[in-house]
């Protein structure tokens, strides 16, 4: 399927520009909620929680963002990771939740592979943001990429860019 040839990339692109503007994205963070309130282009609600950015500022936004030739992660490249909220107990049969140690080995097995390009958060272990982050750093020295919603892991994310850099928030 080509999207570009029948108007649906477009359709797309217009559509998840409408969802940003009407629906918003949930942002607990003050300092990021002010960063795009200082813009002009964006306001929050107080009663979802979330900002609605205005498409004037996506476009500004895919306007100045690195391209695909400047990204440290080449193309198709095969990451692990994801957001598993259980993982699979080889030795009982049962799903148990993952823990640091579960994401250390799994960090490790990234680094480890040559195959393997970059780590995606890896596991979802709940309000553990920065120790996720320090763990996937202590263990993968490959692109990683993390979630960061909480002004500590974003504060995290941005000492890790600084430090090392290769990661995508």
């Known amino acids: 399927m080509n999207l570009g040839s029948n108007g649906l990339l477009e359709k797309i692109h217009t559509d998840a ?101 970059f780590m995606a958060r890896g596991v979802l272990i709940k309000k553990q943001e920065v120790q996720v982050m320090d763990t996937i750093v202590r263990n993968c020295l490959k692109p990683i990429y993390v979630a960061a919603v909480t002004d500590e892991g974003i504060d995290r994310a941005l000492e890790i860019h600084e430090t090392r850099g290769n990661i995508t928030v």
Request: proline share 5%; hydrophobic share 40%; aromatic share 8%.
């Open 17 to 117: 520009l409408r969802v940003l503007e009407e629906v918003g994205v949930k942002c607990v963070s003050k300092e990021v909620r002010q960063i795009f309130e200082d813009t002009g282009l964006a306001a929050f609600d107080e009663g979802s929680g979330h900002i609605h950015v205005l498409a004037p500022l996506i476009d500004q936004v895919l306007g100045t963002a690195p391209k695909r030739g400047q990204y440290w992660i080449p193309e198709d490249s095969f990451g692990v990771g994801g957001t598993a909220p259980f993982l699979y107990d080889d030795q009982t049969g049962e799903l148990v939740e993952p823990t640091f140690e579960h994401l250390a080995r799994i960090a490790t097995v990234v680094n480890d592979t040559d195959v393997i390009q």
